[in-house]
């Protein structure tokens, strides 16, 4: 079989020529790691957050292409199957946000309680609660909900409540995510 003809742009010589980009790229996901971990350890620590939960550990996870971009995720706590009550997934997604994600099933929230809370959050409007991108048409702000809207809620398995968080805004990822993850538990039943 022939091989095609490869051209590759001035931009791609120089990026595959740049070895500090790639070990950059590697200390900053350490970092990042390190942040998460941090994390874990005050969502551990939450007398709230841990009266809800019946199990404490966490999963530190991390990949190459999510919409073709790294990113990192933290779980907590640590799931083992699709089947779950509830989560809190953090996500770094390289070029774009933090993320701060509480899954839960729907029967276990009171939904009168979700237009008080977290007004400049998401809340999924569909039934992918794997879908990260915060800012797609899946998601609408909590402050914009109606009441057709929270009837085709309730009629989901799960919901999602989602928080972006801007990458420079990286110091106050713990405070601003455990007051996420603090006020969403506040939702439930």
């Known amino acids: 079989m022939p091989i095609k003809s490869i051209h590759f742009e001035e931009h791609e010589i120089a990026l595959i020529q740049n070895a500090e980009l790639i070990l950059a790229k590697k200390n900053a996901i350490e970092k990042i790691s390190e942040l998460f971990h941090s994390f874990a350890f005050e969502l551990e620590l939450d007398k709230k ?3 809800r939960l019946n199990k ?4 530190i996870s991390k990949g190459e292409a ?3 971009l790294p ?6 706590p640590k799931i083992q199957t699709k089947k779950f009550d509830i989560l809190c997934r953090t996500m770094f997604w390289w070029g774009n946000y933090f993320s701060f994600n509480f899954f839960v099933k729907a029967d276990l929230i009171d ?4 237009s008080k809370s977290n007004s400049d959050a998401f809340i999924l409007m569909d039934n992918d609660i794997w879908n990260q991108v915060v800012n797609s048409d899946s998601f609408k702000q909590i402050d914009s909900l109606n009441e057709k809207d929270f009837a085709n809620l309730s009629t989901n398995e799960y919901l999602k409540i989602s928080k972006k968080h801007p990458l420079k805004e990286y110091k106050s990822l713990n ?6 993850y ?3 538990f506040e939702l439930l039943i």
């Open 49 to 51: 957050i841990k009266s």
């Open 56 to 59: 404490f550990d966490y999963k």
């Open 66 to 68: 999510y919409k073709n």
């Open 71 to 76: 990113y990192l995720v933290l779980d907590f």
């Open 111 to 114: 939904f009168k309680k979700i």
């Open 175 to 180: 405070k601003v995510g455990l007051q996420f």
């Open 182 to 184: 603090q006020n969403v």
